[in-house]
Every structure is written in C-alpha cells, then in structure tokens.
C-alpha cells in the first residue's frame, strides 16, 4: 500500500493569499475540467496530499493557485486516477481550481497538465481601485 502514504491527514488551510506549505484534498479531473471526482482511499477517507501552496502570475494582470509537490508524488496519484483524468489539488469544493507544480529530482519545477481558474491580480490593475494589501 505504498501509493498511499502520499495522504497525510487533513490540516485545515488557511487563506490561499499567502504562500506556505499545506495539506490539500485530491481530486481526479479531465484536463479540461468537463468533469471531476474526488479521490479517495481504500478505507472512504479522501485523499490528501501535503505541498507548498504559492501562486503564479499570468500576464496580463492574472495569476493561478498552484500547489508543488514531489514527482514520485505525484507519480503515485496520478497512477490512481482513471484514464483521461490528471489529479489537482483543491481546498474545498467549488473554492476554484488549482494545478500541480512538479519537482523532479534534479529541482526542475513544471506544471502539471490540468484546468486552472485564473484570478484578477489587483495589485496590477491601473483603474481607480487599488487593493490595500498592495501597498
């Protein structure tokens, strides 16, 4: 039962606004995000995983939620979804959707195929708003 020591228990996460390190639920999604479930153990218990949770800016004026975590990792998750279907992490249901980063053992970092929801980025916007945690 090694592919299921990757499931730490659940930690509840904090604001996604900062970075830091997390314990996520795991689902399994088409890539395009037509249609999803969640993972789950043997014992019914959802499945979790344990990474360093940041965001990635996407220009113009856009950034997505990514959490990183070890390719064996993710190796052993995805091997656990069905056909046609990548894991991502999620906090919540409905809470967006956010990719896996990939570390492989030489520290290369790529994202991991999947749907990602991009979110507005106030700190980038010239309009008559500007977010106060910008300053």
């Known amino acids: 039962m090694l592919k299921y020591f990757v499931t730490v228990p659940l930690l509840f996460v904090a ?6 390190w997390v314990s996520m639920y795991v689902y399994c999604a088409k ?16 499945a979790t995983v344990f990474g360093y949770m940041d965001r990635q800016p996407k220009p113009p004026h856009q950034y997505f ?19 046609g279907y990548v894991p991502q992490p999620a906090k919540t249901n ?3 959707w956010y ?8 520290g290369n970092k790529t994202f991991a195929e999947g ?21």
């Open 99 to 106: 990719v896996f980063q990939v570390e492989d053992l030489n």
């Open 31 to 46: 890539p395009d995000g037509s249609d999803w479930d969640w993972l789950k153990q043997p014992n019914g218990e959802y």
């Open 94 to 96: 409905g809470d967006g």
């Open 15 to 20: 604001s996604l606004s900062h970075a830091g």
């Open 115 to 135: 749907y990602r929801t991009l979110y507005r980025d106030p700190c980038s916007i010239t309009d008559h708003y500007r977010d106060p945690r910008c300053d």
């Open 65 to 83: 939620h990514y959490q990183r975590i070890k390719q064996y990792e993710y190796d052993l998750l995805e091997s656990q979804c069905k056909a």
